[in-house]
């Protein structure tokens, strides 16, 4: 298993589709309603298609297209962060994430950010990097700019969330 240690208790490690289905899919379900709130899949996802998005994602990153990295502290499965849109040919990727509710306002996700972001710069040559959040997603927003990221632009009416109604995003990058 591939790792990027963050510190002691906290790294981020290639996921496993097989090995770490159970475990992740019981954060998503524990987690279920909050994660929701802006990650319109967690409402319904079953463990057969989180199965299913799991070796997807394991090929496409076998293609060079994704990065999917679990988040743990203390070995334990605590979220995931991931280059859902990697692009060697622009050199630009863009992050998505998600933290279980236990384990946020400790600092994991702004540490995962910024190592994902060097993994990117380092490893991949990338030389922008994006993330977005809805403008209501105040934490994400404050994420992306504790990690050094720049507001970009506000994209209108960007993403459906669980409420049915089209919402706006703010983009934020960061530059290599």
Known sequence: ?????????????????????????????????????????????????????????????????????????????????????????????EIGYFLAVNARGKGFMHQAVEKICQIGFEEYGLEKIYLLAAVENIASCNVAKRAGFKFDQKLEKHSRLIDGQLHDFNQYVLER
Request: proline letters at 2%.
């Open 1 to 93: 298993m591939k790792e990027y240690p963050i510190s002691a208790n906290l790294k981020l490690t290639l996921q496993d589709p097989e090995k770490d289905l159970d475990k992740l899919y019981q954060l998503i379900d524990e987690n279920r309603q909050d994660l929701a709130r802006y990650l319109i899949w967690a409402y319904s996802e079953t463990k057969e298609q989180l199965a299913d998005f799991l070796n997807e994602s394991q090929q496409a990153y076998l293609e060079g297209k994704r990065l999917d990295l679990l988040i743990r502290y203390k070995n334990a499965i605590v979220g995931k962060i991931s280059f859902n849109k990697l692009n060697s040919e622009k050199k630009t990727a």
